[in-house]
């Protein structure tokens, strides 16, 4: 099984810098994604790490440790905008081909204020 | 481009009532996924497709079924809807080819009361 973990609610300010922890625990692992999810909306893919260290893209950048089984996404210059819920989502690895393999676990979610 | 589209995007049901839930892409993804999300639950996997004619049991998959006749088209059923199936339905597919391989396209949403 998976156990996925991360903060209900987080609270930052416009400008600023936020790291959004995500933990898990799983009986194998094949990468991990973050997504964006707005209120209302469906979630849209954000990240993707599947080796150790830091991905950027943009102001968004994700970090992965996967001996401790820890991920972060880091968003800088924070606008308004980026207010939303943020899903971490962790891919299992299966001892067979098929489904499994590709089958996505979710944490689930923080959602992020952006204030003035 | 469509993507991944889900209809209807809302329906109300009474207790009993049956429905379903029709998902189309058009990325020629091979898997499909039907997730829910309730609030502090979080996304949880309902049932999921490998290719067309096959289908399979997620994390949730008591009080739903769901059919792959065709490749682009992934449909949930609720064959007797109950209260607890309230909630917003998400449809997704993926590829199985590339590095991020497995990350999901959703459709918009579909939400669904069950009075």
């Known amino acids: 099984g998976q156990n996925i973990d991360q903060p209900t609610e987080m609270t930052a300010t416009e400008g600023a810098i936020v790291q959004i922890n995500c933990t898990y625990q799983t009986s194998g692992f094949n990468g991990l994604f973050w997504y964006q999810q707005h209120a209302g909306e469906a979630p849209t893919f954000l990240s993707y790490?599947?080796?150790?260290g830091l991905e950027e893209k943009g102001r968004f950048s994700s970090f992965l440790s996967r001996s401790k089984g820890y991920s972060y996404l880091l968003l800088k210059e924070l606008q308004m905008k980026d207010s939303a819920s943020y899903l971490c989502?962790?891919?299992?690895?299966?001892?067979?081909?098929?489904?499994?393999?590709?089958?996505?676990?979710f944490g689930k979610g923080t959602k992020l204020s952006v204030i003035p | 481009n469509a993507g991944v589209t889900q209809t209807p995007k809302f329906r109300v049901l009474k207790t009993g009532q049956s429905m379903t839930l029709l998902c189309a892409q058009d990325m020629n993804h091979e898997y499909m996924y039907w997730y829910r999300q309730d609030p502090g639950m979080g996304l949880r996997l309902i049932h999921y497709s490998v290719g067309e004619g096959t289908t399979a049991k997620g994390e949730v998959p008591d009080g739903y079924n769901v059919s792959r006749l065709k490749k682009q088209n992934f449909l949930l059923g609720l064959e007797s809807a109950a209260p607890s199936q309230t909630s917003v339905y998400f449809c997704?597919?993926?590829?199985?080819?590339?590095?991020?391989?497995?990350?999901?396209?959703f459709g918009e949403g579909s939400r669904l009361t069950v009075l």
């Open positions: 790490n599947v080796l150790d």
């Open positions: 997704a597919s993926s590829t199985t080819s590339g590095g991020t391989a497995g990350e999901l396209f």
């Open positions: 989502a962790v891919r299992g690895s299966s001892l067979y081909s098929g489904a499994g393999s590709y089958q996505l676990t």
